[in-house]
T-cell receptor, first 113, second 108 residues
Framework: DTGVSQNPRHKITKRGQNVTFRCDPI?????LYWYRQTLGQGPEFLTY????????KSRLLSDRFSAERPKGSFSTLEIQRTEQGDSAMYLC???????????FGPGTRLTVL | GQQLNQSPQSMFIQEGEDVSMNCTSS?????WLWYKQDPGEGPVLLIA?????ELTSNGRLTAQFGITRKDSFLNISASIPSDVGIYFC????????FGKGTRLHILP
């Protein structure tokens, strides 16, 4: 297993467009997390899944954001009607159990023009 | 909510020097994590601490879990160029809460 993978690595979009990112976790990891990281900051929690169930969502996750993990394996994060403030690195992590054993992917860098 | 404060924000050192950085919390954590992030990559776990007072090493890295459970320290001995990056402390709950990081620069 090669670790957590994320696609695309970079995305440039115009304001108002919708974007979707994909995360493939490490096989058999039942927990999957999404974080957002802006310049000069640490990653900030957005949401997490235990298998296919979305268990927690941060207040950072506005109504324009939606995440799914339909079969308990890969996950998608969609942002509708993107705004310039959405520009950030979106990180995915997976874990076999608790939050202290998370393995991060390389991230998707979103730039909204 | 819980906050983690890291200091210093950035460090400029000579290759071969030892490095010390710390992290303090507004509340108690039962686990402390230290991550390193290289440019354009996700964070990589360096050391996990599970017990107050615990001192754990990973090669040239040593981290300590403060006895108050509100702080942690990371030391890097004999720094080398590949140590350049951002070091984050983090405390896990259901998710991980990260500090803002300490940026390590090594002067040529």
């Amino acid at each position: 297993d090669t670790g957590v993978s994320q696609n695309p690595r970079h995305k440039i979009t115009k304001r108002g467009q919708n974007v979707t990112f994909r995360c493939d976790p490490i096989s058999e990891h039942n927990r999957l997390y999404w974080y957002r990281q802006t310049l000069g900051q640490g990653p900030e929690f957005l949401t997490y899944f235990q298998n296919e169930a979305q268990l927690e969502k941060s207040r950072l996750l506005s109504d324009r954001f939606s995440a799914e993990r339909p079969k308990g394996s890969f996950s998608t994060l969609e942002i509708q009607r993107t705004e310039q403030g959405d520009s950030a690195m979106y990180l995915c992590a997976s874990s076999p159990s608790g939050a202290d054993t998370q393995y991060f992917g390389p991230g998707t860098r979103l730039t909204v023009l | 909510g819980q906050q983690l404060n890291q200091s210093p924000q950035s460090m400029f050192i000579q290759e071969g020097e030892d490095v010390s950085m710390n992290c303090t919390s507004s509340s108690i954590f039962n686990t402390w994590l230290w991550y390193k992030q290289d440019p354009g990559e996700g964070p990589v776990l360096l050391i996990a601490l599970y017990k107050a007072g615990e001192l754990t090493s990973n090669g040239r890295l040593t981290a300590q879990f403060g006895i108050t459970r509100k702080d942690s320290f990371l030391n890097i001995s004999a720094s080398i160029p590949s140590d350049v990056g951002i070091y984050f402390c983090a405390g896990p709950d259901d998710k991980i809460i990260f500090g803002k990081g300490t940026r390590l620069h090594i002067l040529p």
